[in-house]
C-alpha cells in the first residue's frame, strides 16, 4: 500500500543501472565472454538477427546453402529455404562442455569454411518449428 515510489526519471536511471550491472556481472562469466566474443565475430545484420529473433544466418561454403543457427548449444542448426521456412535440422557441435557463445561460434565458422565435414559429422533431424518459435533473443 505504502511504498517509494521514485519519479518516472528516477525509474529510468533505476533501470539502467540495473541494466549496466546485469550487463557488466554477466561479462565476467565465462558464457558472458563467450556471447561478447560471438557478436564481435558475427556482421551487423547478424548481431541484429541475434538480438531481435534469437538466431542469425549463414551461408554454407561448399553449397550455398542458408542455415539458421539458433541460441542454443544442441539440436539449434537448420537448413532454411528461400522462404525462410526450416528444412533439415542439423546437431552438430565442438567437443567438450563449451559455453553457447562458444559452441554457436565454432558452428558458425564450421559452416563457412568446412561445411561439408561439418554436414558429415552431423545428425541430421526434423525441425520442431514451435520449439524454436520459444527462444529468446540473446545479445
Known amino acids: 500500500m505504502f511504498g517509494f515510489r521514485p519519479s518516472r526519471g528516477g525509474r529510468c536511471r533505476m533501470k539502467a543501472a540495473r541494466a549496466l550491472f546485469i550487463r557488466h556481472g554477466a561479462?565476467?562469466?565465462?558464457?558472458?565472454?563467450s556471447l561478447q566474443l560471438l557478436?564481435?565475430?558475427?556482421s551487423p545484420a547478424q548481431r541484429?538477427?541475434?538480438?531481435?529473433?534469437?538466431?542469425?544466418e549463414v551461408i554454407g561454403?561448399?553449397?550455398?546453402?542458408r542455415y539458421r543457427i539458433h541460441a542454443g548449444a544442441s539440436v539449434n542448426v537448420c537448413e532454411i529455404d528461400e522462404r525462410g521456412r526450416l528444412?533439415?535440422?542439423?546437431?552438430?557441435?565442438?567437443?567438450?562442455a563449451l559455453p553457447i557463445g562458444d559452441v554457436m561460434l565454432a558452428q558458425k565458422i564450421a559452416l563457412e569454411t568446412c561445411e561439408g565435414e561439418a554436414r558429415t559429422?552431423?545428425?541430421r533431424f526434423a525441425p520442431n518449428r514451435f520449439h524454436f518459435r520459444q527462444a529468446r533473443p540473446l545479445g
Open 121 to 123: 559429422v552431423a545428425r
Open 87 to 96: 528444412q533439415v535440422g542439423l546437431c552438430f557441435m565442438p567437443i567438450g
Open 61 to 65: 561454403s561448399d553449397s550455398g546453402i
Open 27 to 33: 561479462e565476467g562469466t565465462p558464457e558472458g565472454r
Open 39 to 42: 557478436r564481435e565475430w558475427l
Open 48 to 56: 541484429e538477427q541475434l538480438a531481435r529473433k534469437g538466431y542469425f
